[in-house]
């Protein structure tokens, strides 16, 4: 691995969001529907424990829709109230303004007998890189006004949105566990909440087609070089001599995969 597993500048941004759930009323945590422990961080949990924490799987037209509803129930028996959105198409979006409204006015009610009137919640959406978290914000405000990338790690500063009367949102930077595991590193790079270009391809997909090597994915190949030889002919990645380049093919496929450009929903995690 190329990379540092938990840069300097997560680090910071892991303090300062201890200081800033102080301030919050509720705590929305963003995490990819296809890998929903992976792309989870443990630590969070932890920082809520006096906040109202709500779970999002998002990016569901990405994951299959039977694992991602066994996902809810999982996660709703276990007192995390969950929902699947996704945050580009605006989808799954009502649900969760709606609970953020009983939050408001359930606030309303508490000032209110102590002679008060002026209730607003703030809200905080954290998660992990690219888990869509600025993509959500601009889901549910009238504008907008978070800059939205496919690169991970794009958020840096913090913003307080207005997005309806009473209710602020603040986007942050996205934070990866504390621990590497091995077993959901290469499942944070297929779904893209590791830098790409600081990943060996190759290796991610070893990994991954030595326990998905019986999915559809694959259209059938005997063998994983096999499959990223055919895509990097359909690629026209093609070096000197007429071979495949086969890391750049496979890093193409990667990006593909984490995209959602491939024709099969993928969920790489499993409540069973």
């Known amino acids: 691995m190329k990379e540092s597993w938990f840069p300097g500048h997560m680090m910071k941004a892991y303090h300062r969001l201890k200081e800033l759930i102080r301030g919050v009323d509720v705590v929305i945590e963003i995490r990819d529907s296809r890998a929903p422990v992976s792309t989870g961080n443990e630590g969070l949990e932890t920082l809520c424990q006096n906040k109202k924490l709500l779970l999002l799987l998002n990016k569901e037209d990405l994951a299959e829709p039977l694992y991602t509803e066994k996902w809810i129930n999982y996660f709703n028996s276990r007192g995390r109230k969950t929902f699947a959105v996704n945050s580009r198409a605006k989808t799954g979006i009502k649900p969760v303004m709606a609970y953020l409204q009983t939050v408001l006015e359930q606030k309303k009610i508490d000032l209110a007998v102590k002679g008060r009137k002026d209730a607003k919640i703030r809200v905080m959406v954290a998660g992990i890189p690219n888990a869509g978290k600025s993509a959500f914000i601009n889901a549910v405000s009238k504008k907008g006004q978070v800059k939205v990338g496919k690169k991970a790690g794009l958020t840096r500063g913090e913003q307080w949105i207005n997005i309806s009367e009473g209710m602020e949102l603040l986007d942050t930077p996205g934070i990866l566990p504390f621990s590497r595991k091995e077993d959901s590193y290469w499942k944070l790079a297929i779904t893209g909440s590791l830098n790409r270009e600081k990943l060996e391809p190759l290796n991610v997909l070893e990994k991954f087609y030595s326990v998905f090597h019986n999915d559809s994915l694959w259209y059938g190949a005997t063998d994983l070089y096999s499959f990223i030889k055919k895509k990097g002919s359909d690629y026209s990645f093609f070096i000197k001599g007429g071979e495949i380049d086969l890391e750049r093919s ?23």
């Open 250 to 272: 496979a890093g193409r496929f990667l990006q593909d995969l984490g995209e959602g450009k491939v024709k099969e929903r993928l969920t790489l995690e499993f409540p069973e």
